[in-house]
């Protein structure tokens, strides 16, 4: 049983999102995701300073089964990625909601509030 | 609805992710891939592998019916128990699968075929007894009135384990050299594998397989899935059905040249057209020298052209992606390529299409 935080937005597309304090927002993939790939062996980060509209392309995760692409869950501009994350893709696998990917700066913090509670993406990946 | 093998409620119980292999229900993992494969390397990992469907060819004819159907040579199977890797082959050449033959008597001889391929196969085998007009009986024992279960166990210890399980085994395949079968009781236990690594595939009726494999997790074997199963084939050498070879691929092209015997004056089906086409690709492997993985349908880049990846993943022996590809003939081994990787050109090594085997790298 995959393990869901209280405390997170969630995309469709099994990613998980946290509101800093500051306004940006960090992004990773959800338990459920790396439980479903399996080992995950590879980690592609986006371009700190690239900007992605939402459910584009800004991320991959590789296992030893399988690719698959992290898509932005919301618009905004990368500020930082997770180094540690790709130098240890096991990591993610360990703990797939401290091994973050990136942080980025939301066009409209708004769009947050259209993402899934954590009860509605339970209630998806179940 | 999934076909299910005998051992689903096993799986299960052992908490298996299963997933959809080909329309059957399979484990692909029980919980982490790399520890199944290491496992199989440096200790000892059991596989269901009952989707596999054994073929019984029976009948005076046996040999004739062989001999025209498969590329490989069974005239090369002198000893009983003796076994022989071969393709089947269409008219064009192309590869309708590939699959292991178990010489017991010169009346009866046992076929192991693909899952997904089963069904196509027995109808071609059929239509070519018919055609050929011979003695033989096709008996498939997959499903039907006595089905087998097959489980391989394979590793280091797996013959250890497998005598610990069914002691009254052992003295007939302690020591049976690679690639043989013995049969004892209800048991068919054979010395191959698709791991690179030493073991036994044992058949048994379908009915016991659960209680064999239960013993056998018992004593201490690590129930593997489909997942480590590839990776450790791909290690391995060995080629996948599907992926690395199909109908439309000589087997010439996917580094089964030494399963072709094309010299004798023995007719089979697909020679004249492997004897017109010749080799056109060759059959390589690739090791990632940057980060990333390597996956089927990659392209990868030559001075002698473009060739295509057939099978990559992420070794965990080498701790680096590798890949089987069919390349340009010219490539050398130690040549650096290029593969497109989501449009980045990545640096890859040319090698022997083999990467370990025993427990060990051999790259």
Redesign the interface.
Known sequence: MSNVLANLKYAASHEWMLLNADGSVTVGITDHAQ?AL??L??V?LPEVGAHFDAEKEIA?V????A?ADVYAPISGTVTEVNQAAADAPESVNQDAYAAWLFKMTPDNVADLDKMLDAAAYQALSE | MLKKTVLNTAHRAMNA?MVDFGGWDMP??YG???EE?HAVRNNCGMFDVSHMCPVDVVGPDCRKFLSRLVANDVAKLKVSGKALYAAMLNDAGGVIDDLIIYFLTDTRFRLVINAGTALKDLDWMQAKVSEWKLDVTITQRRDGNEPLGIIAVQGPNARAKVWEVLPQTKAAIAELKPFFAAEVDQYFIASTGYTGEDGYEIMLPAGEAEALWNALNKAGVAPCGL?ARD?LRLEAGMNLYGQDMDETVSPLDAGLSWTVAMKDERDFVGKSALTAAGQQKQFLGLILLD???L?GHQQVITKQGNGEITSG??S?TLQQ?IALARLPLGVQIGDEVEVDI?GKLLKTKVTKPVFARNGKAVI
């Open positions: 439980e399996g080992d062996v590879f592609e991959v590789e296992s030893v089964k690719a | 992710r692909v993992n982490s891939q790399i494969h997942g990776t980060k990333g993985v996956r993943s992420f965990p992606s989501r």
